[in-house]
């Protein structure tokens, strides 16, 4: 990995300094481009930008910055977007402070802006390395999502399609898919975990692969595939069906056949039992029949003390004596075969003997 620190003015930064749809976000002679597609939108408030030209006017020294160095000798600022918006910004006559733009300054204050100096570090490496130093210097300010990182290295053609697609406010995927995902589409939260479940968990050996394709048709269709699934194989939506591991489901599950109907009768019936803790759950039992989701509901202490009172410390099944310490609860009814968490549905096992039943 490649690092080197430069020394540049705030003129040589906001040289060419170009903030439109069309264009997007540069500077630095068209060389830098400001707002690469792993930033998110200038999000400084007001009192913010102020602070930074307040900073260049009285000679403070703003935080170093980041740019990484691409193979074709441009430039993409890694951290440092909020400033350097701030900055040109000023220069451009967008704003004004303390009801001066900076053409109503003197040349003097005018010259001594742009002659500011302003530290930036050059990065450049392979796909590795970049991303590890991505990660130790992603330290200030509001920090880069693990995807936003990922994005600093894949970047290309793909990655700006993938990104109109899962990343913008509004954007396909969200209007798709909001009800069924956590996180934020402009925080990348869409476009990582859909890369997650197209490729196993594997988000860089994806990004990689199909860095210099041309579009993100691939991964959009996935994605359209997962929630067609969703929406037909689960007839009736509940807000706890949001933030469900969806695309690992699909994955395994897309070409089974299932009873639809049947499928909700169960989902209701189970959403009503108070056994079950875990209600979110109930969408991988119904597909897995692993209890393990649903966190049914424990036994109490008190139904415990009562059950082994009743035993006199005696297993159900060994009839060996122990101590309270030693043993553990258990339906006398399976919960799978109708048996409640309730008092008189509680015997008490040996862990052994319980270790047991469970492994049948």
């Known amino acids: 990995m490649k690092i080197e620190l430069h020394e540049l003015t705030v003129r040589e930064i906001a040289e060419d300094y170009v903030d439109n749809a069309e264009n997007g976000v540069v500077g630095y002679g068209g060389k830098l481009n400001i707002r690469p597609p792993y930033q998110r939108e200038f999000v400084y408030n007001n009192e913010k930008r102020d602070a930074v030209i307040e900073t260049i006017i009285k000679g403070f020294p703003l935080n170093v910055m980041y740019w990484v160095k691409n193979s074709d000798d441009e430039f993409e600022v890694l951290d440092g977007q909020q400033r350097t918006i701030s900055f040109c910004q000023y220069i451009n006559g967008e704003f004004s402070l303390n009801k001066r733009a900076f053409h109503n300054l003197t040349k003097t204050e005018q010259q001594q802006i742009l002659d500011y100096k302003v530290m930036v570090y050059f990065c450049e490496g392979n796909d590795k390395e970049k991303l590890d130093w991505f990660e130790t210097i992603n330290i200030a300010g509001e920090k880069l999502t693990r995807q936003e990182l990922r994005n600093a290295v894949y970047t290309g053609p793909w990655l700006s399609n993938a990104k109109h697609i899962f990343s913008k406010r509004d954007c396909v995927a969200y209007k798709m898919g909001n009800k069924y995902l956590n996180g934020e589409s402009i925080r990348q939260d869409y476009l990582e975990t859909t890369l997650k479940w197209i490729n196993n968990g594997e988000v860089e050996d994806y990004m990689s692969k199909h860095q210099h394709d041309p579009n993100a048709n691939e991964l959009h269709s996935y994605f359209r595939k997962v929630i067609d699934w969703i929406e037909m194989t689960f007839i009736k939506y509940r807000k706890e069906m949001k933030g469900i591991d969806w695309g690992t489901l699909y994955n395994q599950y897309k070409d089974d056949i299932f009873d639809t109907a049947a499928l909700e009768q169960e989902i209701s019936e ?20 692993q209890e393990k989701y649903l966190s049914v509901r424990a036994f109490d202490n008190r139904m415990k003390r009562a059950a082994y009172e009743r035993q006199n410390g005696i297993c159900s099944k060994c009839g ?41």
């Open 270 to 289: 189970l959403m009503a039992d108070d056994d079950v803790t875990s209600k979110k759950g109930i969408y991988h039992y119904v597909l897995t029949r």
């Open 320 to 360: 060996k004596h122990f101590e309270i310490e030693q043993m553990e609860a258990d339906h006398i009814t399976p919960w799978s075969a109708g048996g409640k968490t309730l008092a008189e549905n509680c015997q008490m096992l040996c862990r052994d003997c319980n270790r047991r039943k469970s492994d049948i």
